[in-house]
């Protein structure tokens, strides 16, 4: 089975029990809860695409930033002949709401983005079955125990959008 790499940064933001997420519109994860962040840029710092992706996802800008960390997963999409190895660099941030954006970016309303929208859920409503690895590695981190080894994610399922009734 072939393994393709994936590295992003993201940010993790807990408010009142809620932690900022985003609803991705692609992807293996997508009509699930993600973090904000994402790809590098070429040349481009791993605090420099924090703030950057932060902002393109969510809106917001960001204050402060600290705690650096790393996690890693590796997801089998059911039915692929390969798997991604997701590695991710988190950082703890904390928002400027007085010098944020009040709507999204462009790019993210015109659909140029892998984001919908930013949302805060609480951390009883994360499950595996509406977020994704990092958000899920997220909420054991956040609970007191943190899994540090690598976590597989065999037949991993990629939702499909759910039809209004």
Known sequence: MEIKNHFGVYGVC?????LLCI???????????DLPGG??????????????????????????????RMYDV?????GQDF???????????????????????????DGNNDSAKAIWLPLEQITEENASPLV???????LGFPKLELTRYNNWKVKEKKEKK
């Open 83 to 109: 798997a991604v190895h997701h590695i991710m660099a988190f950082y703890d941030i904390v928002l400027d709401f007085e010098n944020s954006q009040q709507s999204l970016p462009q790019e993210v309303l």
């Open 136 to 142: 899920l590695k997220v909420k054991v981190e956040l």
């Open 74 to 78: 590796l997801v089998q999409e059911e």
């Open 14 to 18: 807990l408010q009142e029990g809620k």
């Open 23 to 33: 609803e991705k519109t692609r992807g293996p994860y997508q009509h699930r809860f």
């Open 39 to 68: 790809s590098q840029e070429l040349g481009e710092g791993l605090t420099e695409t924090l703030k950057r992706e932060v902002l393109e996802e969510t809106g917001y800008t960001l204050s402060r930033y600290s705690n650096p």
